[in-house]
């Protein structure tokens, strides 16, 4: 069982001067269920190296048992420090893959045509692609084998609007994940703000918010199970 996880290298918060990234949970959480049932991970970023941290995700009242693992790994922080350059990455050395959010793929990720070419190929070969919280806003331009946009018509998830309010970024996010979901023709749903909520449909499975990163993973993993 092989996994790819593709992480972003935007660090800008838009024009406010301060920092973003990925979020620690979203990718710490999945990256341990999957590796603890077995599931090789390769990381995978579009420049390569180390990715930006959103600083946000370092805080106290962030921090879950996924995080405090990760602090002190420095086994997957060495790991972390040297993910692939994502156009040197096939689709085809691999099961599925994986996208953690933070605010950072809003920026690259989302308009990334490797990264969108790549979502394709898995998807057109039948393996299971996987996305939590702000990461659902990389289909965006991620198209069907018919040419409509791949969310048209799924059952989705993502960052809320409300979610997005509570954090106080609706202004300086290139879009929101919510809009831009219903927006695509996808069947967008959500579940209470900080909830664990995700959705699958056929191989596109989603989840809401950080706190539904595991629930991502297992949906995942019993994507992969499937004959």
């Known amino acids: 069982m092989k996994i790819l996880m593709v992480l972003t290298s935007h660090s800008e918060l838009g024009k406010t001067g301060k920092k973003t990234g990925f979020w620690i949970e979203e990718f710490a959480a999945p990256y341990y ?9 390769t990381l995978a970023s579009p420049e ?3 990715p930006p941290i959103d600083p946000k995700s370092e805080g106290p009242d962030a921090q879950t048992s996924a995080t ?3 602090d002190k790994d420095k086994d997957l922080k060495e790991k972390l420090s040297r993910t692939l350059p994502l156009h040197t990455v096939n689709e085809m050395h691999y099961d599925a893959v994986f996208y953690p959010g933070g605010h950072g793929p809003l920026w690259d990720l989302a308009n990334d ?3 969108i070419k790549l979502i394709e190929d898995f998807y057109v070969h039948h393996k299971p692609i996987a996305f939590v919280c702000h990461a659902p806003g990389v289909l965006m331009k991620v198209k069907s084998p018919n040419g409509s946009p791949l969310v048209k018509g799924k059952l989705v ?3 809320s609007n409300t979610e997005e309010e509570a954090v106080q970024l609706t202004d300086i996010v290139p ?15 959500k579940g ?12 596109l499975i989603t989840g809401q918010n950080p706190a539904s990163s595991a629930d991502v ?9 499937k004959p």
Do not use: H
């Open 217 to 225: 993973a297992k949906l995942l993993l019993k994507a992969l199970a």
């Open 48 to 50: 390569g190296g180390q």
């Open 33 to 41: 269920i999957l590796a603890d049932a077995g599931a090789k991970i």
């Open 175 to 189: 879009f929101l994940v919510e809009d831009e979901l219903k927006k695509l023709g996808g069947l967008y749903c």
């Open 113 to 115: 045509g490797t990264s």
């Open 68 to 70: 405090l693992r990760f």
């Open 157 to 159: 998830t993502g960052f």
């Open 192 to 203: 209470p703000d900080w909830n664990s909520f995700v959705k699958q449909d056929g191989l």
